[in-house]
Every structure is written in structure tokens, then in C-alpha cells.
């Protein structure tokens, strides 16, 4: 499938390592029990030295969980300027409610594992919204 949203500018710093350049995402509009796909391209920034992960996480008005993808990241052996690509794919549980959705990301370091700052032009937060997904029947 062609991607809806494709490079779309991103700019949010996580922590000192990586900023999020940009997000393809295939859709906005979704059904209960369907896979969602979206590209995440994150620059390495100053030296990383931990181990990191990626996180999008579908949630709804509660901020209740109901979908997640978690990526490991090789961000220490990049150098400032490198471009790394961060695939991820959510399954939709297929009893979801219908409703709209927060896509949110973020970036964890592994040992010990810690949230980074997000810092965007919300505010510092420990994960940023990338989008509204609507679901439907």
C-alpha cells in the first residue's frame, strides 16, 4: 500500500542522541484488526553510547494501550548526520472500540531502561503524538 503521509517533518528531539526527521504513515483511517504501517527515519545527534529502543503506541482518550511496536535502534555506532530507518508495524486488536486514536512515539534507553525527554514545540514530554488515527467499524 502507498503511504498517506509520506516525509512527513517531524523535528522532535529525544534526549542528546536522535532526532525524528520524518514519518511516513499508510493511513489515518483504520479498522478493528487491521495492520498499520509507518516509517520512522531518526538523525543520531552528538555520541550515544546506551543501547535504545523506539516505541509508537496507539492509545485512546484515557491514554489506555491498545496497540505497540518496539524497535531496538543502533544509534551508537552512527555518526552525527546518519540517518537511521525505524520500520514499525501495529496490530490492531479486532475488538477495538471505534474512536480516535493517539499515534505517539518515543525513545528508551535499554540499561537501565529510561524514557528519553522529548523535546518538540509541545513542550518536554516523554513521547510525542505523531498523528490522530481515526478507527472505524
Same mark, same amino acid.
Given at each position: 500500500?502507498? @503511504?498517506?503521509?509520506?516525509?512527513?517533518?517531524?523535528?522532535? &528531539? /529525544?534526549?542528546?542522541?536522535?532526532?525524528? &526527521?520524518?514519518? #511516513?504513515?499508510? &493511513? *489515518?483511517?483504520?479498522?478493528?484488526?487491521?495492520?498499520?504501517?509507518? @516509517? *520512522?527515519?531518526?538523525?543520531?545527534?552528538?555520541?550515544?553510547?546506551?543501547?535504545?529502543?523506539? /516505541?509508537?503506541?496507539?492509545?485512546?482518550?484515557?491514554?489506555? *494501550?491498545?496497540?505497540?511496536?518496539?524497535?531496538?535502534?543502533?544509534?551508537?555506532? %552512527?555518526?552525527?548526520? #546518519?540517518?537511521? &530507518?525505524?520500520?514499525?508495524?501495529?496490530?490492531?486488536?479486532?475488538?477495538?472500540? =471505534? %474512536?480516535?486514536?493517539? *499515534?505517539?512515539?518515543?525513545?528508551?534507553?535499554?540499561?537501565? /531502561?529510561?524514557?528519553?525527554?522529548?523535546? =518538540?514545540?509541545?513542550?518536554?514530554?516523554?513521547?510525542?503524538?505523531?498523528?490522530?488515527?481515526?478507527?472505524?467499524?
Amino acid at each position: 500500500r502507498p @503511504m498517506v503521509v509520506r516525509g512527513r517533518e517531524v523535528g522532535a &528531539r /529525544f534526549g542528546t542522541v536522535a532526532e525524528l &526527521r520524518t514519518v #511516513d504513515l499508510e &493511513r *489515518l483511517e483504520v479498522r478493528p484488526g487491521d495492520d498499520l504501517h509507518l @516509517m *520512522l527515519r531518526w538523525t543520531v545527534v552528538g555520541s550515544p553510547m546506551g543501547k535504545y529502543s523506539s /516505541f509508537v503506541h496507539v492509545l485512546d482518550e484515557n491514554w489506555k *494501550l491498545y496497540a505497540q511496536s518496539d524497535n531496538w535502534l543502533d544509534l551508537a555506532d %552512527g555518526a552525527p548526520g #546518519d540517518v537511521v &530507518r525505524d520500520p514499525h508495524t501495529l496490530h490492531l486488536p479486532p475488538t477495538m472500540p =471505534s %474512536g480516535r486514536y493517539r *499515534l505517539n512515539v518515543g525513545l528508551y534507553e535499554r540499561d537501565p /531502561f529510561r524514557n528519553l525527554t522529548t523535546y =518538540s514545540p509541545e513542550g518536554e514530554t516523554t513521547s510525542l503524538t505523531l498523528a490522530t488515527l481515526e478507527i472505524r467499524p
